[in-house]
């Protein structure tokens, strides 16, 4: 019996990796090189379960109800990242637990996953466990004197042996470092899910940057301030930024055919009016990330993998091309045909200047639906088209979030709504059935950019629009197809060529207005950053200049693309001087979110 206890934090220490390794071609692979040639992180992970049993056992005295609570415990955790892993191709990290309000949301997507055997048998052989325990009845023989005192000591070392800078260092022991390495999926496969996910606490609290101080800020950006003669060619239009849910082009995928152009009506306008790439900050999801970056010019390069920055760090007002255009007189509007509170955005964009922030429920459009679980971009273009009727006193600034093109994509719709036949020889069934799929969603994003197009081309008052991709789809498990049609040779994301790493996070966007701006626009066909594209914009307008545009302006000129994640930068200046704007960027982002925003107060209400 008490071998059996003892051994219970083991078996799910074994489990619980084991099923975060499930999301892998080669779990037991994965699981042998753990308890091989990575034993002390199966260790650290060991040592967490048996502080947290211990003190489940004294706290609740019967041994079996603590067996249950931390069963639960070590296996919802796992299988959420399996889950997430699936989706979205990131792991769960600690931050993730923000999200837990919004569970009822993932829902749809787990419909179309795969879910492996392995994951039924790990759950089938915990319970049978757990039925064990239940029948033996083992409890703990101390008295309940002794077991109060226990449990708090246990779960003081558990969080002092987790958050606690110095007590991690003893980490080394184990042979690791007590700080999360940059690449997720590494750190995951390499140290198993409870390691891994311990691993990322000692990004929660982030220090601030050398040379955070007033006089290095406003020495550093001093080049940076706004002339008082900018702005002059600027006419005041209705300015319109969409993010257009995994819009992509498809027809790059080697060796597939397509009865149709899906994304026809952007060539045409991009044939027309400023258009280019977006070296998208994320993949397959985190849509969250481009948006924010979009919308205020920081970087969320310095802060944690698949940070969620409305709900980490979004606490005060703050800067944003909103807010910019509001302080000259602008109506600013952000709407989304989804949940509005989904990354607390309801409660984020009025912080970011928005007068407003209409979710799903709050639309004047009509809803239109198909055969998808989506509100179709149909709407989203006739709450555009809405918005812009209204009257307002100096213009518009409005951010527009699509969903109908949300994955997942396998069975998504009826064959019967396919408007677009895709073939290929290399291709599975399941992988065409997604690509159908995905084609019909992206087709309707495409034909309501061409409804827009003609709308705002037609328009009186002056209105320019910027739609781009937030990320590539995720089509399918291992990068499939993007593999199968040899576009990318790994499905490890670490082993992919620069032009492969080009490839996989790049997204068209387009730029059209129905006036002349009086001004060239900079980055024509060029790839640029997430954070660069409405600097780009307000100068393509003849905006009236900010630091921060100007910044971000310079930055361009030297290096347009910067992606410490994923080792991906633009090869048009030299290292030294690429990592001194690294630094100024990631101190301008600190600045106003997390410091004391010398560079933007006067913005600020």
Not at 153 to 165: G, K, R, S, V
Not at 316 to 331: C, E, P, T, V
Not at 371 to 380: A, C, K, N, Q, V
């Amino acid at each position: 019996m008490w071998i059996l206890v003892l051994l219970f934090p083991l078996f799910l220490t074994f489990s619980g990796n084991y099923l975060s390794f499930c999301s892998a071609e080669v779990p037991m692979e994965l699981m042998s090189a753990l308890l091989t040639q990575n034993l002390g992180a199966f260790l650290l992970g060991l040592v967490i379960v048996y502080l947290f049993f211990g003190a489940m056992v004294c706290l609740c005295k019967r041994i079996p109800l603590a067996a249950f609570i931390t069963g639960l415990f070590f296996t919802i955790m796992p299988i959420v990242d399996l889950f997430k892993t699936n989706i979205l191709k990131e792991h769960f990290l600690p931050w993730d637990l923000l999200l837990a309000k919004n569970a009822d949301s993932f829902t749809t997507f787990l419909t179309s996953l795969e879910i492996p055997t392995a994951m039924w048998v790990l759950i089938l052989c915990t319970i049978v466990y757990l039925i064990c325990l239940l029948l033996l009845r083992p409890e703990l023989p101390l008295a309940w004197k002794k077991r109060i005192i226990g449990a708090p000591i246990l779960l003081a070392c558990l969080y002092l042996f987790t958050m606690n800078p110095s007590v991690r260092e003893c980490y080394s022991a184990f042979g690791l470092s007590p700080q999360a390495p940059g690449d997720q999926t590494k750190n995951y496969t390499e140290n198993g899910f409870i390691t891994a996910f311990v691993l990322n606490f000692s990004s929660l609290n982030m220090g601030a940057p050398d040379n955070y101080n007033k006089a290095y800020l406003e020495q550093a950006f001093a080049p940076y301030q706004p002339s008082e003669d900018s702005g002059k060619d600027f006419q005041n239009p209705d300015i319109i930024i969409i993010l257009s849910e995994s819009f992509w082009d498809p027809t790059v995928l080697n060796g597939v055919t397509y009865s149709d152009d899906p994304i026809k009506n952007y060539r045409r306008i991009a044939e027309e009016h400023p258009s280019g790439s977006m070296v998208s900050c994320t993949f397959g999801g985190g849509t969250v990330r481009p948006e924010f970056e979009i919308l205020t010019g920081m970087t969320t390069n310095m802060l944690p993998s698949g940070n969620v920055p409305y709900q980490q760090y979004v606490f005060n007002d703050i800067f944003s091309y909103a807010r910019q255009f509001k302080n000259l007189g602008y109506d600013t509007v952000g709407i989304h045909t989804y949940q509005k509170d989904f990354y607390e955005r309801d409660r984020a964009y009025p912080l970011l200047g928005f007068d407003e922030f209409l979710g799903e429920y709050d639309l004047h459009a009509e809803h239109h639906w198909n055969s998808g679980p989506y509100i179709t971009d149909e709407t989203i273009t006739e709450e555009i088209i809405y918005q812009l009727e209204q009257p307002h006193e100096t213009g518009l600034f409005l951010q527009a979030i699509t969903m109908e093109n949300h994955g997942l994509y396998f069975d998504k719709y009826d064959p019967s709504d396919w408007d677009i036949q895709v073939s290929s020889d290399v291709l599975s069934e399941r992988n065409l059935n997604v690509l159908h799929n995905y084609c019909k969603g992206v087709s309707d994003s495409d034909a309501e950019l061409g409804k827009l197009y003609d709308y705002v081309m037609n328009r009186e008052k002056p209105t320019v629009v910027l739609w781009y991709g937030d990320h590539l789809p995720t089509l399918g498990g291992d990068f499939e197809p993007y593999t199968t049609t040899g576009n990318i040779s790994s499905a490890t994301a670490s082993e992919w060529t620069t032009e492969e790493k080009y490839g996989m996070f790049s997204t068209p966007y387009v730029i059209f207005s129905n006036y002349d701006t009086g001004h060239a626009y900079r980055a024509e066909g060029a790839s640029v950053s997430p954070y660069l594209l409405t600097a780009l914009l307000c100068d393509y307008i003849d905006a009236p200049e900010t630091t921060r545009t100007n910044f971000l302006l310079d930055l361009y000129e030297t290096c347009p693309v910067i992606s410490p994640y994923y080792e991906l930068y633009s090869n048009t200046t030299d290292e030294t001087t690429r990592n001194r704007y690294i630094k100024l960027h990631e101190l301008l982002t600190y600045d106003d979110l997390m410091g004391k925003q010398y560079l933007t107060k006067d913005f600020l209400p």
